[in-house]
Each structure stands twice: as C-alpha cells, then as structure tokens.
C-alpha cells in the first residue's frame, strides 16, 4: 500500500490516517469528508456548511477533516475563501492514496468520490455517507452519529 502523504492548506505534514496532525489533538472518531474537487459548485455548496457542522462536533468530541485531490495552494485559497476552520489535507500526492485505501478513488476521474468516512483512532472505518447524485447533507453526519449511541 502507498502511504498517503497529507498536507494541510497551510502545507503542514499530516501523518496516515488523519486523525492528529500539527497542533491538532486526536478523537476518538473523526470524520473524513472527501471532496472530489474543491472549486466545482457542488463542493463549494458543501464547503459552505463546513464550519458549522465542525462546532458542532466538536461539542460532540468528535474530528473533522476534509481531503481532496487539490494541491495545498489550491485547498489555501478555497480554505481562506471559506473561512474554514479545519484541516484540509491535500492528497495530490501520490494522487489519490488516501481515496485510494478507503476504496473511494474513482479510476476514471481520478478523484474521490462523493464520501464521508468516519474512522476511529487508528483508522479502522466505522460508517460511511455516500452522495448519489448532489451535495451531501452536512447534517447527516450528525444524524449517523446520533444513531450510533
């Protein structure tokens, strides 16, 4: 398996999987959110929650990162644009590895596909939303884990 290089908008290394990072406590659960392209209209309309289903978690205990296979200047920008208050990790490269090891790499594309991934501690999966078709409903991470207790 290729180890996933992450780097966050601010070009911090990451180490695999996500859950601490550079000045970034760990959870028990954290939410990956896969976006398969940071400028496209429909992840920009998922960006544009973000922040608040983010509070929320962490009124819960609970991380949130997202990954997409942008470059780091790329995410920067979106992230400063967005006002994110989240690590937004690039997996440019190897392109796609973390996509890739949750199975969610489109080939053909090269992107991820629509995903949310909740992974424990040491990564193990444990949930996952999938878009069919359109934006994800950010508050439906909130819901699985709700569900879940």
């Known amino acids: 398996m290729t180890v996933p290089a992450l780097r966050d908008q601010y070009g911090q290394e990451w180490l695999f999987p996500p859950v601490e990072g ?16 940071a400028y496209t209209p429909v992840c920009m309309s998922e960006l544009d929650q973000v922040n608040d289903l983010a509070h929320q978690l962490t009124d819960m205990s609970v991380g949130l990162r997202l990954i997409a296979p942008d470059s780091v200047p790329v995410l920067r920008l979106v992230s ?13 490269w190897p392109h796609g590895a973390a996509a890739k090891h949750y199975g969610i790499l489109d080939e053909t594309t090269g992107r991820p596909k629509r995903v949310s991934v909740l992974i424990s501690r040491k ?6 939303i999938t878009a069919m078709s359109g934006a994800r409903n950010m508050t439906e991470h909130l819901s699985v884990l709700q569900n879940k207790k």
Do not use: A, M
């Open 123 to 128: 990564g193990d999966v444990l949930e996952t």
């Open 22 to 37: 550079p000045d970034q406590p760990g959870h028990d659960v954290t939410w990956l959110i896969f976006i398969p392209g």
């Open 80 to 92: 400063d644009q967005f006002d994110l208050r989240v690590p937004f990790l690039s997996d440019f």
